[in-house]
């Protein structure tokens, strides 16, 4: 079964996340700050908070969730290429069901991944490593294996939209040998349509293929958000709820809540 969905006691819910933000100060976001906080190729600082709870899964009674911790760091240019990089860090809180009964809840695989920023105008292009490290507490919240891979985005942004799409695929190559071999496929189309005073709409729903197993998932979302700026941060609160459209195999995502903050630090 796939749990990769994301509730439990870590389910960030919109008051949460409301509760940890910051007053907005009079300040407003304009369009394109709204875009540097939402964009994955902004070669700029950010710490993400950000959470995945899932009430129902197909073929099954259970709930999940992720509570994601996620750093960036520009790095470079590259010493051999002379491009900009963008190191990010992915930290998971998870929880899921425990194969004797009841809920596990602790860390989860640390996913890392280092991307390449190619292209820097209207369409912005960047690809990299991946890789993933058997860093899970339980089995449950975690595959046990070594994986690596790629990441591949590409971003075009205008004062109006922001729209791209962010692809990683990795497969693993060492690691508990009594653990199934792992290949994964996800891909994270996104639009985000900007509003008057910060807010935008957002749809960012990440479709997941197992490729070993021939499960996936293709979630469709439809939130809201808002970018404001304090001091030299521009911080970004929003909620997302996503279906899942289409999906194979029991234990993937019914419905998911997404909602995070994202903070990007100016100079």
């Not at 906080?37 to 995945?52: D, E, G, M, R, V």
């Amino acid at each position: 079964m796939d749990y990769r969905g994301v509730v439990g006691p870590m389910a960030l819910s919109a008051a949460a996340v409301m509760s940890i933000v910051p007053s907005p100060a009079s300040a407003q976001a304009s369009a394109d700050e709204a875009n540097k906080t939402n964009n994955p190729l902004n070669p700029a600082a950010s710490f993400n908070i950000q959470n995945y709870y899932t009430p129902s899964v197909f073929g099954a009674s259970a709930h999940t969730n992720d509570f994601l911790l996620r750093p960036t760091l520009p790095v470079g240019p590259n010493a051999l290429i002379g491009v900009p990089e963008i190191f990010r860090v992915t930290v998971p809180i998870s929880t899921r069901p425990s194969p004797g009964g009841g809920y596990d809840t602790g860390l989860g695989d640390l996913n890392l991944f280092d991307i390449l920023l190619l292209s820097q105008g209207s369409m912005q292009i960047g690809v990299g490593p991946l890789v993933t490290l058997p860093t899970a507490t339980d089995p449950s919240l975690g595959t046990g294996k070594w994986q690596a891979g790629l990441a591949a985005v590409a971003v075009s942004a205008t004062r109006a939209r922001l729209i791209g799409a962010l692809v990683q695929w990795q497969h693993s190559f060492a690691g508990q040998t009594s653990r199934p071999t792992t290949q994964s496929l996800t891909a994270q189309p996104f639009g985000i349509f900007n509003l008057p005073g910060g807010w935008y709409i957002r749809s960012t729903g990440t479709w997941t293929f197992d490729l070993q197993h021939g499960s996936y998932y293709l979630p469709v979302g439809l939130g809201a958000g808002k970018a404001w700026k304090g001091g030299s941060t521009i911080y970004n609160a929003f909620i997302e709820p996503q279906y899942s459209v289409a999906h194979s195999g029991a234990g993937v995502p019914k419905f998911t809540i997404f909602a995070g903050l994202n903070m990007t630090f100016g100079k």
